[in-house]
Nanobody
Framework: EVQLVESGGGLVQAGESLRLSCAAS????????IGWFRQAPGKERELVAT????????DYGSSVKGRFTLSRGSVKNTVYLQMNNLQPEDSALYYC?????????WGQGTQVTVSS
């Protein structure tokens, strides 16, 4: 059973930075997709950034390109999301997602709140 442990959310002011981490335990796959989505109240869940391990590619949502960076940790199945120049519109519940085959595993979510 894949379990995701997320950390790093919090309350910051506009222009500041945060780093989220996600560690997937119980995962023994060589090829998978891992990354972050977010959902603000009243809005749909949207892509933040994902890593495709089979092709070594990272995709970013259009609203975060140039400000957020997804990277792999030294420990297998761990990724970090560095979020710079945060804005109030980045406030949301951020979810880690681990996708293998047709199955998506979701973390519990970590809250990011950006004050103006």
């Amino acid at each position: 059973e894949v379990q995701l442990v997320e950390s790093g959310g919090g309350l910051v002011q506009a222009g500041e930075s945060l780093r989220l981490s996600c560690a997937a335990s119980g995962a023994t796959f060589d090829e998978y997709t891992i990354g972050w989505f977010r959902q603000a109240p009243g809005k749909e869940r949207e892509l933040v950034a994902t890593l495709w391990t089979d092709i070594g590619s990272i995709d970013y949502g259009s609203s975060v390109k140039g400000r957020f960076t997804l990277s792999r940790g030294s420990v297998k199945n761990t990724v970090y999301l560095q979020m710079n120049n945060l804005q109030p519109e980045d406030s949301a519940l951020y979810y880690c997602a681990f996708v293998v085959g047709y199955t998506t595993h979701w973390g519990q979510g970590t809250q990011v709140t950006v004050s103006s």
